[in-house]
């Protein structure tokens, strides 16, 4: 059974910083493109930065130059680093571990999700 599970959020002040970390178990990490989404009450769950297999990466506009996507093979752990943050990242951020297979149906598994609020 795979299971992704987030930590990391909380309350911080406008400015500030958070990691969030998802552990993947059950499953071969590193075939997976790892994602982080967040949803704010009201509005669309959005994509916020994803990384492959190999390390490449791409990021929402909105958080270019701020977040850091990282992923470490040996733990199956991705990684989101989040440096000054804004009242506008508050959201609920939830884990995303994708598989497009070759053959057969791809492979799509959620976490439940870790709380961050920024402050103003």
């Known amino acids: 059974q795979v299971q992704l599970v987030e930590s990391g959020g909380g309350l911080v002040q406008a400015g500030g910083s958070l990691r969030l970390s998802c552990a993947v178990s059950g499953t071969i990490f590193s075939v997976y493109v790892m994602g982080w989404y967040r949803q704010a009450p009201g509005q669309q769950r959005e994509l916020v930065a994803r990384?492959?297999?190999?390390?490449?990466?791409n990021y929402a506009d909105s958080v270019k130059g701020r977040f850091t996507i990282s992923r470490d093979n040996a733990k199956n752990t991705v990684y989101l680093q989040m440096n000054s943050l804004k009242p506008e990242d508050t959201a609920l951020y939830s884990c995303n571990a994708h598989y497009s297979a070759i053959y057969g149906p791809d492979s799509n598994y959620w976490g439940q999700g870790t709380q961050v609020t920024v402050s103003s």
């Open positions: 990384i492959t297999g190999g390390g490449r990466t």
